[in-house]
């Protein structure tokens, strides 16, 4: 049909009237919604207020540690015979940017891709190899945010009744190639015997159990070190005195899905409970309670160091209590503040070989803190990291190697047991007692050089000081 020019001017004219009303009107109700959510802001206090920037300002007044690659990076392609170049704290890219160092796995889509597995339980290199498998920056869960202020929960208020009890912690143990042998070789109880006061003499002791428990399983593909310990291991440690130990961490699988179950029953046949694995996601979240001097004690064991997604615990499937973010975490030790005495979170994390935490320890353990724990633990950097306490509650953000493969990077060798005397109302009191791991053996030190490892770690720590006792109180 034909149509004039000026009948199509004239009907253009009245689409852009139409549209132009419609316009308007569209305009009009964002405007009223406006009105009505500032409204309801000016009435309800004016935001989040003082608690929902906490984590912020708490990092703010701390130093901050730089980060180079994905996590774990650092230095862990090298062989400890190599120079290690530590970022100081506030120094550094950001803790989102990544690179790969030589010799290191990396995550590409879940997946690793990097150097082969022995396949064997054992090290291809042992006296150089000082890397480990897993990442801090892997197939991660979508970010939450942590300025939430329904983030943080107020322990109930409860009066101290003079009660304490002493909880010690030390970091990695490894119960699988050289040490393996060496236990063979020099008796199951060699590892622990100079440091056995130290275990036997605190209410309880725990641990990172850093591999399988197993005669069976199948080798984890495209991984540097593969570990896998025979069950004859275990009375050992329970002899020693650990009372509990944390499954999550970037080896637990290194023999499967049948490797981590087989872990769980044979800790559990020589009356050892663990936490942070599990036959589903609610097993591996769930806290390992024990109690002590009358009261009750919640363990939680999570990773940041993950190698692939299939090793994160879900509803359907076996795994490790992972927390990329610190979402379900939050809402296990919200449950469990109700119900315990005192939390205690041991979380594998961080860069190895890195003398200060990343950014996402500092977040992760102020998130904890908020939920509701009295004391985070961390491991996986191999070496001794800092302290610091916010709100009250102390950071350890990492305890080294306890008994572990020896290797050239001497400052692995560095180690010591942590005490932490707590009373009912979660105050903790901490003392680190310095030693150093020979042949996989670690020992008291005494005397100077005692002072100078006591002096180094307060050096890397945030407004923490240690006296010459081992001592550590807040600046």
Excluded at 121 to 131: I, K, L, N, V, Y
Excluded at 356 to 385: M, N, W
Aim: glycine share 10%; with cysteine; aromatic share 6%.
């Amino acid at each position: 049909m034909y149509v004039s020019r000026q009948e199509a001017r004239s009907g253009e004219r009245k689409r852009r009237s139409r549209r132009f009303k419609r316009l308007m009107i569209w305009n009009g109700i964002m405007l009223a919604a406006i009105l009505v959510m500032a409204a309801v802001f000016l009435t309800t206090g004016g935001g989040l207020g003082s608690s929902g920037n906490s984590n912020t300002e708490a990092e703010a007044s701390g130093q901050t540690a730089g980060q180079q690659g994905i996590d774990p990076a650092g230095n862990a392609g090298q062989s400890g015979g190599e120079a290690e170049q530590n970022d100081p704290p506030g120094k550094g890219p950001a803790d989102d940017q990544q690179s790969v160092p030589p010799g290191q796995d990396k995550v590409v889509d879940g997946a690793l891709s990097g150097n082969a597995s022995t396949g064997d339980g054992s090290e291809s290199s042992e006296s150089t190899a000082d890397g480990e498998s897993g990442t801090d920056s892997g197939p991660a869960l979508p970010a939450q945010d942590t300025s939430s202020p329904d983030l943080e929960v107020s322990a109930p208020q409860v009066e101290d009744d003079g009660t304490k009890v002493r909880l010690a912690f030390v970091g990695d143990i490894l119960l699988a190639a050289s040490v393996e042998k060496l236990m063979r070789n020099k008796g199951m109880d060699y590892p622990y015997q100079k440091a056995l006061p130290y275990l036997q003499e605190p209410d309880l002791t725990a641990a990172n159990l850093e591999n399988p428990i197993t005669t069976r399983g199948v080798p984890a593909e495209d991984k540097q070190y593969v570990f896998k310990g025979h069950p004859d291991l275990v009375p050992s440690l329970v002899d020693a005195g650990f009372d509990v130990v944390s499954l999550a961490n970037n080896h637990t699988l290194d023999q499967g899905v049948e490797g981590l179950l087989d872990t769980i029953d044979h800790l559990r046949d020589a009356g050892l409970p663990n936490m942070g694995g599990g036959r589903n996601d609610t097993e591996a979240f769930a806290p390992a309670v024990l109690e002590a001097k009358g009261l009750s004690i919640a363990y939680f064991g999570v990773t940041r160091v993950v190698p692939v997604g299939e090793w994160k615990a879900d509803k359907n499937r076996a795994g490790v209590a992972e927390s990329y973010d610190s979402t379900r975490a939050v809402a296990a030790i919200k449950r469990a503040r109700a119900e315990h005495d005192l939390i205690v979170v041991m979380v594998h994390w961080g860069e190895e070989k890195k003398d200060f935490p990343v950014d996402t320890q500092k977040r992760l353990a102020r998130d904890y803190i908020d939920a509701g724990a009295d004391l985070v633990i961390g491991s996986h950097p191999h070496v001794l990291q800092g302290f610091e306490q916010y709100k009250g509650k102390w950071i350890a953000y990492s305890l080294g190697n306890f008994i572990f493969n020896m290797t050239n990077t001497l400052k692995t060798r560095d180690t010591g047991v942590l005490d932490a005397v707590c009373s009912r109302s979660g105050h903790c009191e901490l003392q680190l007692h310095p030693m150093k791991a020979e042949n996989s053996q670690p020992a008291p030190l005494e005397g100077e050089e005692a002072r100078k490892l006591l002096k180094w770690v307060e050096s890397i720590s945030f407004n923490a000081a240690i006296d010459e006792n081992g001592r550590i109180s807040a600046k």
